[in-house]
């Protein structure tokens, strides 16, 4: 049941990353962000106080959110800033490069997530698994051959290094999910970090974006910010409760939600008419190739 879950997981954020484009052209990115943390916490507000007011209301259904020791927020604090430093990062790097680009970068987060179980717990790669990371590496070389073509040279590109460290971001925070769904329950997690992530976002906001507002894009309201938000929210809803299951692999979890490349994929080549899509096609192929075989070596 849990890989069926991050497969839907994937489409869900295939859909956030469209949206997330939408939102970002042409607009301040600080700002959408702050919005977006926002509307999650919104989302995620009346949950909290009903398990907290009435807790038979939700008790024993998945939508609960037990109170947890105060030292267990630490914990949380710091999923709050991993994943909002690997926010930062992809909204950037979103906004001024191509989602034919940016979705195949983001996709070799699986082979870097399967690197940290390998250093950190000992996990040892097979046969399939070095063919996948191998063949990971290649697209990405052949992805940087692709954007040299648009004028982007991945060495020179600083929102091309923006991609890369979200993906590395990412996959340090897919890690610790999996530690942190082995003692908290998923949605005291998801709910308090959106919380924290949104209090962290008002002091960026306010100290360093507000100030110098008039040197930078303008913002403007779209409504796919909110689209964002809720995409979000129910992505990692299904997410979380995919790790929660005790023979859950993180590194298939992560593999497969990366599978959400597809749908970028086809947004920037139907929605935003993206440049050189064969060539980018054959990249995207040789991503998707290393992602199955790191699936059959964690069989």
């Given at each position: ?7 839907v ?7 956030y ?81 191509p ?34 990371v191998?063949l ?29 460290l ?134």
């Open positions: 049941m849990w890989l069926g879950l991050a497969f997981s994937a489409f869900l954020l295939g859909c990353d469209i949206n997330k484009k939408l939102s970002l052209n042409g607009n301040a990115v600080i700002p959408v962000l702050f919005f977006n943390t926002l509307i999650c916490s919104i989302v995620f507000l009346p949950f909290v106080v009903v398990s907290a007011w009435n807790p038979q209301l939700l008790e024993g259904t998945l939508f609960y959110v037990p109170k947890v020791p105060l030292y267990v927020h630490g914990y949380i604090i710091l999923k709050a800033i991993i994943v909002l430093a690997s926010w930062h990062f992809a909204y950037f790097a979103t906004k001024h490069l989602l034919t680009l940016t979705g195949p970068i983001k996709a070799t987060q699986p082979v870097m997530t399967l690197l940290g179980a390998l250093l950190i717990f000992q996990e040892r790669l097979n046969v399939y698994q070095w063919i996948g191998s990971a590496i290649i697209s990405f070389y052949m992805l940087s051959s692709s954007g040299k073509k648009e004028g982007i040279r991945f060495t020179h590109n600083k929102w091309i290094l923006c991609m890369v979200s993906a590395v971001t990412g996959s340090m925070s897919g890690l610790y999910d999996k530690y942190l769904m082995s003692f908290i329950d998923p949605m005291a997690v998801q709910s308090w970090y959106n919380f924290y992530q949104c209090i962290l976002m008002i002091f960026v906001l306010v100290f360093l974006w507000y100030p110098g507002r008039k040197q930078t894009t303008p913002f403007t309201w779209r409504w796919n910010i909110v689209l964002i938000s809720l995409f979000l929210c129910v992505a990692d809803f299904v997410y979380f409760y995919a790790l929660s299951f005790p023979d859950s692999m993180i590194s298939i979890v992560s593999m497969v939600r990366r599978s959400n490349v597809l749908v970028t994929f086809a947004a920037g080549a139907l929605f935003f008419h993206e440049k050189n899509l064969k060539n980018k096609a054959v990249d995207l192929f040789f991503v998707l190739l290393g992602m199955i075989f790191l699936y059959l070596g964690t069989k």
